[in-house]
């Protein structure tokens, strides 16, 4: 076994940015990744002879990875061209119910006052500051830091801010606090889904987790030609870096010996010998055997109750009219608690779902494209993929009442001109394993759950795990994250280490 020979486990966002970080510090890095291409859960999907993006469609944080390509001695702009969006949603209940929230708070708060009026305007304000306290509080202290718990984050809080901690509303629900600004349920509900960014219902989620709007509101931006160039991008540096990848060539199991990882062995036969091995994977693919019965001690195993939600999605090409589409357009069920209950409590497809649309052809907003557009279609869904598939009726009825939504708020769908792609917890959980097809982790429910997400650091000696799954959770900057905190702990832990050989020493005294 070499020294300094790092493999990676999965191509996905946490595991780029892992390779990039420990190949610019020296090591020699392999990634090897079970699909065809780099990007993990960002995907295209080929639907009519387009492709539609059909994972995360939002990026946001970009500080992140303005941060890692500066770092490796590049630009984003290098590989990307990135465009800020003016207007972050479309929200609509109705035809006659919509509201658009923008890049700018005094148009949201104008747009704002002339929905619901001028107390909700006022209490749209008084969120948005308290949002940014919230965010401006985690970002130094547990978004880009290593998880350490409650008391780890009252430390670098400092322990005299006693107040900036409850100022964060731990014990209290996004839901409950939103009531605080906002009178229109409406406003409750739009804000509330926030917590499904992290996969998390509002009546569930922390008050905390009202720092993702103000991440939105310092900007959301469109990447030219899809979600999947960033990937392209960070696959590009890891390169240029010297980082090998090895695709169509999944891991069957990691070797450990002497309770250390010394190699990962992939499906063919092949043994790739590494004296680190991260994996950038669901922590409970680990804990349920699917890398080796040795590995599975690396962490614990989480109960199927406490994963986050899945998805149903459509990825679609066809011809609309009616609804005036933007790039993302969410469409509100007309009762949220409900919606929730129906996929947390009862495991099933929600009978009034509120649906989010991502039209890719309507960036910058502009008329119907002649002909068919491309169009992702996402409604939140239980994750329980491993233990019971919807059947075809099940996935049909559910489509039958997303273009029922859609309807009723005034877009629609030609169904002689579409042609779709359906994905379903069952499918998303054959693509990340022993996750039942959720797609973000454990949920975010309760004021100790963020301090329960696995860490980089496991038990095994040598193995480490980075994505959306791990601190500090999911979506893409957040992946990215974990993938610098992991390499992070990787190169602390190996400063730490010092490397001894076995010596003859001359001399000494002869016993029998």
């Known amino acids: 076994m070499r020294r300094n020979q790092v493999v990676v486990i999965g191509a996905g966002v946490g595991g780029l940015v892992c390779a990039i970080e420990l190949a610019r510090s020296g090591l020699d890095v392999t990634v090897v990744e079970q699909a065809s291409r780099a990007g993990g859960k960002l995907r295209e999907v080929a639907v009519g002879g387009g492709l539609v993006d059909s994972g995360p469609t939002v990026f946001t944080m970009r500080w992140v990875f303005d941060q890692i390509f500066e770092a490796a001695g590049a630009s984003l702009n290098d590989h990307l061209n990135l465009r800020p969006a003016e207007v972050l949603a479309r929200h609509a209940w109705s035809a006659t119910e919509r509201l658009d929230l923008h890049a700018d708070i005094d148009r949201s708060a104008d747009a704002i006052e002339a929905f619901a009026g001028p107390d909700d305007a006022a209490g749209f304000r008084a969120f948005c500051a308290e949002s940014s306290r919230t965010y401006q509080t985690l970002r130094d202290t547990f978004l880009d830091v290593q998880q350490e718990g409650l008391l ?66 310092e900007g959301v931006w469109t990447i030219d030609g899809g979600m999947q160039r960033l990937a392209e991008a960070l696959e590009a540096q890891a390169v240029s870096l010297g980082v090998s990848f090895r695709y169509s060539a999944p891991a069957s199991r990691i070797e450990v010996d002497g309770g250390r990882a010394t190699a990962v062995i992939l499906e063919g036969g092949d043994r790739l010998a590494a004296d680190t091995v991260v994996v950038n994977a669901d922590s409970q693919a680990l804990a349920s055997g699917t890398f080796g019965t040795a590995a599975a001690a690396a962490v614990s195993p989480r109960p199927p109750m406490d994963r986050s939600l899945s998805a149903v999605t459509w990825s679609v090409m066809a011809t609309t009219r009616g609804f005036p589409l933007t790039r993302h357009n969410v469409f509100f069920s007309g009762d949220y608690r409900t919606e929730f209950e129906d996929i947390l409590g009862r495991g099933r497809l929600p009978l009034d779902p509120t649906v989010y649309v991502c039209a890719q052809d309507r960036d910058p907003p502009a008329a119907a494209p002649i002909g068919a557009e491309r169009m992702l279609f996402i409604v939140n869904a239980p994750a329980n993929g491993d233990r019971r598939g919807f059947d075809e009726a099940e996935v049909s009825a559910c489509q039958t009442r997303v273009f029922d939504r859609l309807t009723r708020c005034g877009l629609e769908v030609d169904p002689q001109t579409m042609i779709s792609e359906i994905t379903t917890p069952e499918r998303f959980n054959a693509m990340f394993p022993a996750t039942g097809g959720a797609l973000y982790g454990a949920a975010t429910h309760g004021w100790a759950s963020a301090f329960q997400r696995p860490g980089a650091k496991t038990r095994v000696s040598g193995l480490y795990l980075a994505g959306g799954g791990a601190h500090p959770g999911a979506g893409v900057p957040m992946a990215a994250l974990s993938g610098r905190l992991a390499a992070r702990q990787i190169l602390r832990d190996r400063a730490s280490m010092r490397p001894y050989r076995r010596v003859a020493i001359s001399g000494g005294m002869s016993t029998p």
Do not use: K, N
């Open 152 to 217: 780890g984050l009252a430390r670098r809080v400092g322990l005299g801010r006693s107040g900036a901690l409850m100022g964060l509303r731990p014990f209290e629900t996004l839901w409950s606090a939103l009531s605080d600004h906002f009178q229109d349920p409406r406003l409750r509900q739009l804000y509330g889904r926030y917590a499904t960014y992290c996969g998390s219902s509002p009546f569930a989620a922390p008050a905390t987790l009202m720092l993702i709007a103000h991440v939105e509101r």
